[in-house]
Nanobody, 124 residues
Framework: QVEVVESGGGLVEAGGSLRLSCTAS????????AGWFRQTPGKEREAVSCISRYYGDTHYQASVKGRFTVTRDNAKNTLHLQMNKLEPEDTAMYYC?????????????????WGQGTQVTVSS
């Protein structure tokens, strides 16, 4: 079974930066659309960003565009989310996702169950 593991979250002040990482067992990440979701209590997971399988095109939720960058390091089989100029509204549990498609910042047809996520907390 595929298992994803997120890391890199933490507590930062507004305007700070974090870099999230995601690894997946039994998957080569460059063969899949990949990206990130986030979730706060009482809300559904929302798509943050994704990168396409075939062309590497990136897509971002409007609220993070220009501040976040999604990349994959094929040599290390790792997905990253570089988050700059963090805002309190970015506070959430962040989850990575690998699936069939990347559309409107959302990875669809996931090839795994949700991981544990990594917590990002941004203080004002």
């Amino acid at each position: 079974q595929v298992e994803v593991v997120e890391s890199g979250g933490g507590l930062v002040e507004a305007g700070g930066s974090l870099r999230l990482s995601c690894t997946a067992s039994r998957l080569t990440i460059d063969l899949f659309a990949a990206g990130w979701f986030r979730q706060t209590p009482g809300k559904e997971r929302e798509a943050v960003s994704c990168i396409s399988r075939y062309y590497g095109d990136t897509h971002y939720q409007a609220s993070v565009k220009g501040r976040f960058t999604v990349t994959r390091d094929n040599a290390k089989n790792t997905l990253h989310l570089q988050m700059n100029k963090l805002e309190p509204e970015d506070t959430a549990m962040y989850y990575c996702a690998l699936g069939a498609y990347c559309s409107d910042a959302r990875v669809t047809e996931l090839h795994h169950s949700w991981g544990q996520g990594t917590q990002v907390t941004v203080s004002s």
